[in-house]
């Protein structure tokens, strides 16, 4: 079975650090680009950004860019969404999905709050 | 950047027939978009109905199905059913940028 299977539940303070994971298992992990999507309260999905294990090509929504890191590690078929420092407006619920034209499966998504 | 747009919200009745729209701010959208449409239900993970325009997944239901219609990628319900109260999300592909793009998504009321 494809299955991606991401890190759990995160409560942060602002300014403080975070990476999250994604694990991918049932398919050849560093053949298939993989996305981030971030869902705010209340509101609808916003694409992130990709990466492509095999050779970690990258690319961020223009939203997204430098606001947030997405890497991956094929070695161990884990992707990641990393911040160097939270702000509150980071609060939201983050999917990863696999695919670039055919976006499936995805993750269960992980909660990430960042609150005083 | 690209800004897709779908409709804020439609009503259907059970039984009925409902066409949701996904437009692209850069203009027509085609099948080199790679239209995927989600459906997601309060509290739950996005659900993938439809990838690269009209193509189904094994578990999406035949009422469902997607097309390009008039410039513009559309995902119809075909006897509506209740439990097809939801939100649903098309993504649109630009493969010059390798970047996607949501649509606002629209909330579907069954009634």
């Known amino acids: 079975e494809v299955q991606l299977v991401q890190s759990g539940a995160e409560v942060k303070k602002p300014g403080e650090s975070l990476t999250i994971s994604c694990k991918g298992s049932g398919y050849s992990f560093a053949t298939y680009w993989i996305g981030w999507v971030r869902q705010m309260p209340g509101e609808g999905l916003e694409w992130m950004g990709i990466t492509y294990p095999a050779d970690s090509q990258t690319r961020y929504s223009p939203a997204f860019q430098g606001q947030v890191t997405i890497s991956a590690d094929k070695s161990i078929n884990t992707a990641y969404l990393q911040w160097s420092s ?14 670039a034209t055919t976006v499936d499966p995805w993750g269960q998504g992980t909660l990430v709050t960042v609150s005083s | 950047q690209t800004v897709v747009t779908q409709e804020p919200s439609l009503t259907v009745s059970p ?20 239209p995927n449409w989600f459906q997601q239900k309060p509290g739950q993970t996005p659900r993938p109905l439809i990838y690269s325009t009209n193509n189904k997944h094994s578990w999406t239901p035949a009422r469902f199905s997607g097309s390009l219609l008039g410039g513009k990628a559309a995902l119809t319900l075909s006897g509506v059913q209740p439990e097809d109260e939801a939100e649903y999300y098309c993504l649109l592909y630009d493969g010059s940028a390798r970047l996607s793009v949501f649509g606002g998504g629209t909330k579907l009321t069954v009634l």
Do not use: E, M, P, W
């Open chain 1, 86 to 99: 939270l702000k509150a407006s980071d609060t939201a619920i983050y999917y990863c999905a696999r695919g």
């Open chain 2, 15 to 34: 039984g009925g027939t409902v066409t949701l729209t996904c437009a692209s701010s850069t203009g027509a959208v085609t099948s080199d978009n790679f």
